[in-house]
Nanobody, 114 residues
């Protein structure tokens, strides 16, 4: 079991940027894949991006070229840099440790609106 705390969400206008952070306690990060997910009201969580132990990353089609996932294993932190935000990016964002895939944090709300 791990504790996951996401932060960095907020309200921005379309075209703006946010940087989300996720701090993990209870486990090391090196050697494991980490990911960011988002959830719309009434929908299941969907994967936004993942980064593996070699720092190779993959992205959902809707965020490619706009979002960047990164990790700092020493600080046990995963980041999601979100640029050129759109109203469709409005959701609650969650971080996931793939070794403890059933453990979720409280998420952080991102709202993109003019």
């Amino acid at each position: 079991q791990v504790d996951i705390v996401e932060s960095g969400g907020g309200s921005v206008q379309p075209g703006g940027s946010l940087r989300l952070s996720c701090v993990i306690s209870g486990s090391r990060l090196d050697g494991y894949t980490m990911g960011w997910y988002r959830q719309y009201p009434g929908k299941q969580r969907e994967e936004v991006a993942r980064i593996d132990s070699s720092a190779s990353s993959t992205y959902g089609d809707s965020v490619k070229g706009r979002f960047t996932i990164s990790r700092d294993n020493f600080k046990r932190t995963v980041f999601l840099q979100m640029n050129s935000l759109k109203p469709a990016d409005t959701a609650v964002y969650y971080c996931r440790h793939f070794r403890y895939a059933d453990d979720w944090g409280q998420g952080t709300q991102v709202t993109v609106s003019s």
